[in-house]
């Protein structure tokens, strides 16, 4: 047993550390808050479960050096202890990642005593929410002395003493402490008791393992590994550990497999870490230089970079010449555009390492062929998505970079070179929103792929929401072909809103027929003209986006206050079997809403016969705001209420 005011020193002096292999802190508010009101109560709120080992600093995380000696490495119980740190002490502890805000401005009302975080317009004047964090930063005796000069308060003033006293008493609550202990105890042993008594919490992933037993030969091997991702962030791609991981593990091993980098030691693991951020970095280039891609919504092909990262390591570091780069991209395109990995990761990783190691990049577009049935041909019915999330988006956006689409404003390319401070770009509605509606058609043809275009911010301004048979006039004559370089059907009776689904159809056509020529150029290795391709900024405009868009991104920023991951906004989901989109999710929580706890959750406002499939596969599907709403509402409460419950069973993390 261990008094809480003796573990939050232990954690002071770096006595006790988290392990490396521990995800970071992922509570919400109203599980803070049910944590301290279960407290105050004298309710068991569950023992700890620590690793007493001879460390060293690659085995735990956290800012400080670590010194010798035995130490207490925490496996079941950081949720709560860093919970009760960050309220107590008022700073996160060393070993923290997360979001402080969880536990940050937590109240007490003496009068009712309840625990909520704080709100100006409910609490501020009111001398009977007393800071959690002050009564025990700055002691007792200040908010004692604070409440006697409230003339409100004096009749209940020894009560509220009272109360406060026991709720600072908490730091003498005792903890339970099971202590895994024994030399033959090793990371393998302990990360498999962690996964066990995890069994209902957040379990470690394959990369997680992978990782945390390399950390324990490389210690800078997480931070390492963050410094690339938060580089490639500022350069506006957004990625994650596990998906940098299989880049490494492509170089080190060749394997899909994660298990495989158990033979692989901290030297040659560092090396291959090194290699793969040189590849990744460079191939971004080329995909922003020679496609257009440019930012993290239009990157397509997430996971077929591994293919590529060992391919170059194979390669010697590079690309023989502009024809076997091209080659490469039209395999990288086409696996993107096709769904190839929206199955098992794994599986299809397999596959074409296997494909590569045979014959090269013709290996992989032949195993890709074959995959589709003989046929990677666009035609008009794969620009039938909608909206940002469609994975014919990115390839709308690179067809207008790379083929020299132009402004319907001042006739220049969309090229930064050209339009000088005019380099922002938005997506632009061609039939505006508000005609569409009012004549009578669905969301989904409205915000179709094949009725955006990008132009500069300053002539989507000024088009506003004319209609094409106005403003298109006016285009071609003042700048002939500009409209012919966005794929606009020229058939003026096509720019009329009763004819809009046929104008759809017919620039899909086009669409189709300049992303074949494209891609044909790539395959053949034509050698392109002009120079490298320079970054350009889509800015989103509210004006774009529909009522129904502002109420999910305020859905998503209420869940975030609640305790809620990041979701993907707008995206494209795909049946693994074969590639075939299924929906176009509002929101998308791929882990869960909250990271490795639960199902993978979907938001998707347009219910359809996809959507059985979607729950076949393992998805949690709401169809409406509210219903998601709900639903996190009511699993807080029943995990705030569970807290408070005065059973003797173990809380899991």
């Not at 496996?75 to 969880?102: C, K, N, W």
């Not at 550990?241 to 299989?246: A, E, V, Y």
């Not at 922003?288 to 440019?294: A, E, F, I, K, P």
């Not at 998505?385 to 404003?409: E, K, N, Q, W």
């Amino acid at each position: 047993m261990s008094k809480l005011g003796t573990i939050l020193d232990q954690i002071d002096s770096g006595t006790m550390l988290l392990p490396e292999f521990q995800r970071g802190y992922v509570w919400n508010r109203d599980q803070v808050r049910g944590l301290m009101r279960s407290l105050y109560l004298g309710y068991p709120v569950g023992a700890l479960l620590v690793w007493e080992t001879e460390t060293d600093p690659g085995s735990v995380r956290g800012t400080g050096q670590v010194g010798g000696g035995v130490k207490l490495l925490l496996l079941d119980g950081q949720q709560r202890i860093t919970s009760l740190y960050g309220v107590i002490r008022g700073r996160p502890p060393a070993f923290f990642e997360g979001d402080a805000a969880a536990f940050t401005g937590l109240r007490f009302n003496v009068e009712e005593q309840t625990f909520e975080f704080y709100a100006p317009a409910k609490m501020k004047g009111d001398p009977r929410w007393v800071d959690v964090t002050a009564l025990f930063v700055d002691g007792l005796e200040q908010q004692i002395e604070r409440l006697h000069r409230e003339p409100a308060v004096a009749p209940m003033i020894v009560t509220y003493m009272t109360r406060l006293s026991k709720l600072r008493n908490m730091l003498e609550r005792e903890f339970h402490q099971e202590k895994i202990t024994g030399a033959d105890k090793g990371i393998d042993a302990v990360v498999e008791i962690f996964n066990r008594v995890n069994s209902g919490g957040t379990k470690l992933s394959k990369g997680d393992l992978a990782l945390a037993k390399l950390c324990a030969d490389w210690p800078e091997a997480r931070a390492t590994m963050r410094e690339h991702l938060r580089a490639w962030g500022k350069a506006g791609y957004e990625f994650n550990l596990d998906w940098l991981l299989r880049n490494v593990n492509a170089v080190a091993t060749g394997r899909a497999q994660f298990e495989a980098l158990e033979h692989v030691s901290s030297d040659d693991f560092a090396a291959a870490l090194s290699a793969s951020a040189k590849y990744i970095s460079g191939f971004l280039d080329v995909v922003s230089g020679r496609l257009g891609l440019d930012h993290n919504r239009v990157l397509m092909g997430r996971y077929a970079i591994p293919v590529v990262t060992r391919f170059l390591y194979r390669n010697g570091g590079g690309f023989a010449d502009g024809a076997q780069r091209d080659r490469m991209l039209f395999w990288y395109v086409q696996s993107a555009l096709r769904g190839r990995f929206a199955g098992s990761t794994e599986t299809v990783l397999t596959q074409d390492y296997d494909a590569l190691n045979r014959d090269g990049i013709d290996g992989l577009i032949a195993s890709l062929t074959r995959w589709r049935g003989g046929n990677l041909t666009i035609d008009g019915q794969d620009f039938e998505g909608f909206g940002r999330g469609s994975r014919f988006y990115p390839l709308l956006y690179l067809l207008t970079r790379v083929l020299d689409a132009r402004d319907f404003g001042t006739g220049l390319p969309l090229k930064s070179e050209m339009l000088g401070h005019l380099t922002s770009l938005q997506v632009h509605h061609i039939f505006p929103k508000a005609l569409l509606y009012k004549s009578g058609y669905q969301r989904a043809e409205v915000n179709a792929v094949a009725n955006f275009c990008f132009l500069t911010q300053q002539t989507n301004l000024s088009i506003g929401k004319r209609a094409p048979e106005d403003y298109f006039a006016e285009v071609q004559e003042k700048h002939p072909g500009a409209l012919e370089s966005q794929w606009i059907p020229m058939d003026r009776e096509l720019w009329k809103a009763d004819n809009y689904l046929d104008f759809l159809a017919a620039r899909r056509e086009l669409l189709a027929g300049a992303a074949n020529s494209f891609l044909a150029e790539l395959r053949d290795g034509v050698k392109p003209t002009g120079e490298p391709l320079r970054p350009m900024i889509v800015v989103t405009d509210e004006d774009i986006e529909d009522d129904r868009a502002r109420q999910v991104r305020d859905l998503v920023a209420e869940l975030s206050s609640l305790g809620c991951s990041e979701p993907e906004l707008d995206t494209e989901i795909a049946d693994p079997q074969n590639g075939k989109p299924l929906a176009v999710a509002e929101a998308f929580w791929p882990d869960g809403l909250q990271p490795g706890l639960g199902e993978p959750v979907v938001l998707e406002l347009d219910p359809g016969s996809k959507l059985a499939r979607l729950g076949e596969l393992g998805y949690q599907v709401f169809t409406s705001p509210d219903a998601l709403r709900g639903f996190i509402v009511r699993r807080n409460e029943q995990n705030a209420g569970n807290a408070d419950e005065p059973s003797p069973a173990r809380t899991a993390d």
